[in-house]
Each structure stands twice: as C-alpha cells, then as structure tokens.
C-alpha cells in the first residue's frame, strides 16, 4: 500500500484502501510465504516472499478468478520480477504522461471501430468516465506497485468485462495497443538501444503480459461461474417445471370419477385414487401385497386378464368389482402396461369405470321395448279378430 492514504478512499477501481494506523508509518502488503531453506548459490527470496516485524498479510478477497494471489506472486518469480523491473516502469511514467490523452482517444476510436466491442457502451458519459479510468490504469501499471492490490484491481478488471460480455480476442487487441504506444514512448524517451531502454521494455513485456494473464483468467473464472449459474438455474426451471407436472398429473388422478390403480410387479397399489376408494370402500393402506385383484375382483378370468397384460397387448374388458360391503359393480376395465426396471417390474395402469347404472338403464330400455313391441302385436292380433267379426 502506498503511504498516506488514509482508511475510507476508494480506488480508482471502487475497492477501499487499507487503513492507515496512526502514529505509524504506513506499509506495504505482501502475502507471506515460506520459501524453506535455500540451497547453495540460490538467489535471495524476492521481496514479495519475506513478511518481517509489522508486515501485515490480509486475507484474500473473493474473486470470481481460477487465478488466485499466491498463482500471481509466483508468476512475479517467474519471470524474475524484481525492484529493478519497477523503477524502471516508474521511470518511464513521466515521458508517457503528456502522451495519455492521445493514447486513450485512440484506444476508444479503436473500439468505435468495432460494432461489437463498442456495444459495451451505454452512452458518451460512460465512455468519458472509461477514458478517466484507462488513465488511471496506465498509472498505476507504471506506477506500482504490483502488491496484492494490484493483483485484485486486475481481478476487477477481468471481472466487468466477463460481466459486460466483452469478447476476449479486444482486450488482447487493446492490450497490443497500449504494448507498442508505451515501447515507441521508452525508445523516444530514453534512447533505441540503450540500457535503460532494453531495461524498460523487458519490464513492459514482464507486467503486461502479466496484466494480460490476470485479466484473461478472471474472464474465464467469471464466464465459468456464469455457465455454472445459468445451469443451476436451469436444473432449479426444470425442477420447478417436473414439480408443476407432477402435481397436475396428480391432481387429474385424484378428480378423475374414474376409478384409478397403478400396481406394481407383485399387485401392490402404488397409485390409488379417491374414486377407488369411494367405489371400493378400501384404503390403499388396507390392500396387502398381492392382495388387491384377489379382494376385488371375484371373477378369476378378470384377474387373469389384468395380469397377462403387456406393454404390447393391453385389454379392456367389463367385470364385477366387489366392494367392501359385499355389494357388486359393473366396471368397464382399461389396462395398459409398462415397463419400469427401476421399480422391479411392470406397472400395470387399470383405469375402471363404473356402468352399472348404465348397463342397468340399458337393461330397462330393453325390457321396455319388449314391451312394447309385445304390446304392438298384441293390438295388431285384435285388429286382425275383429275385422272378420265386423265384416259378419
């Protein structure tokens, strides 16, 4: 942390800058390790491994990132990122100031160039606050230092552009722009081929290929938990949806005036409605395994039938069913039949519907047109007697 910030002053990003203690001096923030022993001729811990009297290692703030702040410490060591790397950064930090206008306009005429790329903008206002912020980036990737805060700012970068779905293949494009303004504005400033030059450009290729790795894996560690967010969403949709099903599934079954039974591979009632018990009298409870076509149906050749169905051959028949009080009812059987290895076996789906008062009725109207038709040749006959009579 730079001295003299004080606690409550937000970054140029928005993150809150670290408290300042009174009465100290303020310092840096470096995560601590534990380099172990060092073997002979090793080169000294980098600065970024040693936690001293007063080094404060604060946790990690959560980032939507697979890269976390230890992965970036250790690609600081690997490209031997050192004190020498910043001083020359910050030394070149004066000679590109006068050029960050420039820069930016042309990094934002870039983008305008783009449909794409430029959809990301709202409005004007938007793209001069950007501008700002692009200024203050090139700032502080000059001016360090490139602490845990760093890191996390980089994080925040990556993270608005997985958020405003900017397509990756730009921030690299943008990032080659900003690369070749800063080379051309060291070799101007310090001389093409000299020391400090050569010096400055290995630093240049070191943070930004850094900033470009940071920026890159936050994007997909974002994008990730984006999938993975629209996926569980999608499951709970589903869910909800299945649930939905089911439950109007459930609610026709139990409306139906249709008696309705669902038994499984040994005869057990798995599905029972309230029209089977209304019809019936029994619970589904009260049915013991392989007893509910035995207690029903009294006729053998109507359990028979139910039990041969197949998934290829269903069958619908009429039969007596036998209630709990004794008493008879003409049902018109619907079977059908599937197959259901998670369940043991098939399920047979029996579908009754009472005509008893229908084939009663019909039974009447029968009876009545005998009657009538008994009636018809009754009076035909006295027609025929007394015509011969009147005739005499």
């Known amino acids: 942390m730079r001295a003299g910030r004080c606690a409550g002053v937000k970054s140029a990003w928005g993150l809150p800058r670290r408290a300042r203690i009174p009465g100290r001096r303020a310092r840096r923030t470096w995560t601590s390790f534990a380099p172990g022993p060092r073997s002979p001729g090793a080169r000294p811990p980098h600065r970024l491994d040693r936690a001293g009297p007063g080094t404060c290692v604060t946790p990690i703030r959560t980032m939507p990132t697979a890269m976390n702040v230890e992965a970036f410490f250790e690609m600081l060591r690997y490209v031997r990122w050192g004190d020498d790397d910043e001083r020359a950064l910050q030394a070149l930090l004066p000679h590109v100031e006068p050029h960050l206008p420039s820069i930016v306009d042309e990094f934002y005429d870039r983008i305008r160039e783009h449909p794409q790329a430029a959809a990301v903008f709202r409005d004007e206002a938007q793209v001069r606050r950007l501008q700002q912020t692009l200024q203050r980036w090139v700032r502080e990737l000059l001016g360090g230092p490139h602490d845990q805060t760093y890191y996390e700012q980089r994080c925040l970068i990556g993270a608005v552009h997985a958020r405003i779905g900017l397509p990756q293949r730009y921030v690299c494009s943008a990032m080659s722009l900003i690369r ?10 310090f001389g093409p081929g000299s020391v400090a030059e050569r010096r400055t ?5 070191k943070i930004l290929d850094l900033e470009l790795a940071i920026m890159l ?6 994008m990730l938990e984006r999938i993975r967010r629209v996926e569980a969403g999608e499951r709970e949709g589903m869910a909800l949806k299945l649930a939905a099903a089911e439950e109007r599934h459930r609610s026709t079954v139990e409306s139906s005036p249709a ?10 009632p ?18 013991a395994a392989g007893s509910a076509l035995d207690l029903l149906l009294p006729d053998p050749e109507a359990r028979a039938r139910i039990r041969r169905v ?3 051959a269903p069958d619908t028949f009429e039969s007596a069913l036998l209630t709990r009080s004794g008493r008879e009812l003409l049902l018109r059987w619907s079977v059908a039949c599937t197959l259901e290895p998670s369940l043991g076996g098939p399920l047979r789906h029996v579908l009754g519907l009472d005509v008893t008062e229908v084939r009663e009725a019909e039974r009447r109207a029968r009876s009545s047109e005998r009657l009538a038709a008994v009636g018809t040749m009754a009076a035909g006959l006295a027609h025929e007697i007394r015509n011969p009579l009147n005739a005499a």
């Open 180 to 189: 070749s303004h800063l080379q051309r504005i060291a070799v101007d400033a």
């Open 201 to 205: 450009r290995e630093a240049l290729e």
């Open 259 to 268: 008696l309705v039974l669902v038994l499984d591979g040994a005869g057990v």
């Open 310 to 312: 197949t998934p290829e």
């Open 217 to 222: 894996e936050t994007y997909r560690g974002a």
């Open 270 to 287: 798995i599905v029972w409605n309230r029209a089977a018990s209304r019809l019936t009298g029994y619970e589904r409870d009260e049915l």
